[in-house]
C-alpha cells in the first residue's frame, strides 16, 4: 500500500468506473481526495461517503474538463478545502462509436473535446498550481499527475477512430509535459487499462458469448478490476514511484501482447 498520507488529489471523473475506484483507493492510503464529476453530482457524492466511512478525507469537485474556466474552477474548490494540490489524476473520459467513414465531426469533437482537450486543460492547471506552492514537507516530488489513459494509445481500434487518437494523444502530451516538467521535480506518468469490468462495458461482460470472446483478447485470463488501476495509480503518486516519469504502465492482463499471434507464427 502507498504512502500518500495527507497528499491532496484531485481524481477527475471520479463518481464511477475506473475513476471510482482510483478514488476510493487513495482514501484508503491516506490521501484526502477531491472526487470530480461533471453530471453526476449524487455519485461522486455516495463516492465521499464511502471514503469517510472508511475512515478518509474527501469532497466532491463539481467540473468539466473540457472547460477551462471549469477546471480552474475545480482546482480552486481543491485548494479552498486542503490549502494545496499534490496530485491529479487525469481520468475523465467517454466514448462516441461509429464506423469510421460514418463518424460525425460532432461525434470526433465531443471524444476529442474531454479526452484529449480535457487532459490538457487539467495538466496544465496541475503544473501551475504546483510551481506556485511549496513542496510538501518529507515528500520528493514537487508533484504527480497520472494520466488515465488505454491500451488503444498503442491498439488501433477502428469504428473508434476518436477514441484511440485522443488516448494516442494522452499518451504523447503526458510524455511531452513529463520531458520539461522533470528538471521542476514534477513528475508525470500514465496507466493504460485494458478491459476493466465497469458499467460502461457491462454488456460485454455481462453476455456470455461478448464475454467469452473478450477474453481470448486477454492472455490472462481474466478482465480487470478497477482496483487493478487503483493499486498503479496510488503507486506512481507516492514517493514509492520517485524515480518514474515519461512513462506509461499498462494494466490489461496482457491484450497489449497482441494475443492473436499466439501459435501462428
Known sequence: MADLQDSAVLVTGGSS??????ALRLGRDGARVGVGYHSGKERAEDVVRRIEEAGGTAIAVPGNVADEDEVSDAFGTLLD???RVDGVVVNAGLQADAPDAEMSYEEWRKVLSVDLDGAFLCAREALRRFEGQSRRGGVRAHGSIVFVTSVHQFIPWTGHANYAAAKGGAGMLMRTLAQGAAERKIRLNAVAPG???TPINEEVWNDEDKRRQLLEL???????EAEDVAACVSWLLSDEADYVTGTTLTVDGGM??????????
Open 218 to 224: 486477454i492472455p490472462y485470463g481474466r478482465l480487470g
Open 195 to 197: 478491459a476493466i469490468k
Open 17 to 22: 468506473g475506473i475513476g471510482e475506484g482510483v
Open 256 to 265: 497489449a501482447l497482441y494475443p492473436g499471434f499466439i501459435g501462428n507464427g
Open 81 to 83: 478545502a486542503y490549502g
